[in-house]
Structures are given as structure tokens and as C-alpha cells.
């Protein structure tokens, strides 16, 4: 195990969330387009990510199943989508809809029994997770989601 990865206590998670949530509630103010969040909040997981002792380096516009993934950082994948666009349920089923792709082809690049996918506007977040079953097909309606 990491040495940094087993000094890290609750506090210090605490302390990272909650400078995660400052720097992206000021960055929100900042950015005007999907890249420029994206750019953004990648610049902001940096730090945080060393700190936990989190090693991945992150794979961008990755090709994945029917589109190119935003960020995939090991099992997770982040679909940025431009600020404030979540306010519309049209626009969050979109993005669920990436992800939900996305994860299904992730899933068949490994034997990854688990993923999660995020959507983020810069101003409201949702998750999917997967759960696969080893090799068996997965359909996009089951409910490993």
C-alpha cells in the first residue's frame, strides 16, 4: 500500500471534498463551454488525485462503443457536458445515455466487472454504475445498471 495512500484520515478527505466542491463552484463562474470545464475540472482533480496517492493517468476522447468518452480515469469515466446544461431532463437523458454506451464498451476492452460513469455540467453531478457478469453480453435495458 501506498505510505501517502494510508496516512490519508476522514479529515482529509473531508478537507479535499470540500475544496473540490470550492474550486469547481468557482470555476463554474469562469466557464463558458464543455472543454473549458472539462479542462478545468481536470486541472482541479490533479492535486487531489496525488494526495490520495492515485496513480492513473487519465485517457481523454477516448473511443468507446458508439462515441469517444470525455475523461476515462482507470474504471471511471466523467462525461462533461456545457455548464448548466442539466437544468434540462432532455439533456441529463442524453448524457445517461453516453454513459450508459460508453460503460458497455469499456466493459468488453477487459474483464472489468465493475465501472462507474459520471455526468457533470460543472454544476450538478449524477453517477451510473455497471456491474457486469464476467463475459455475458449486456444489454443496455438489464438491470446492471
Do not use: C
Request: glycine residues 8%.
Amino acid at each position: 500500500m501506498n505510505e501517502r495512500k494510508a496516512k490519508i484520515d476522514e479529515k482529509s478527505i473531508l478537507w479535499l471534498a470540500d475544496s473540490l466542491v470550492k474550486k469547481t463552484r468557482q470555476l463554474f463562474v469562469q466557464v463558458r463551454t464543455e472543454e473549458d470545464l472539462r479542462i478545468g475540472f481536470e486541472k482541479i482533480l490533479e492535486p487531489i488525485k496525488k494526495e490520495l496517492g492515485i496513480e492513473l493517468t487519465a485517457r481523454y476522447e477516448k473511443s468507446v462503443y458508439t462515441g469517444r468518452s470525455d475523461a476515462v480515469h482507470g474504471q471511471l469515466i466523467i462525461e462533461y457536458e456545457s455548464p448548466g446544461s442539466f437544468s434540462s431532463k432532455r439533456n441529463i437523458e442524453h448524457t445517461y445515455d453516453q454513459l450508459v454506451n460508453y460503460l458497455l464498451g469499456e466493459s468488453g476492452n477487459a474483464n472489468i466487472t465493475q465501472l462507474v460513469g459520471v455526468g457533470f455540467d460543472g454544476k450538478q453531478i449524477f453517477f451510473v454504475r455497471y456491474y457486469g457478469k464476467g463475459n455475458e453480453p449486456i444489454d443496455k435495458n438489464s438491470s446492471l445498471f
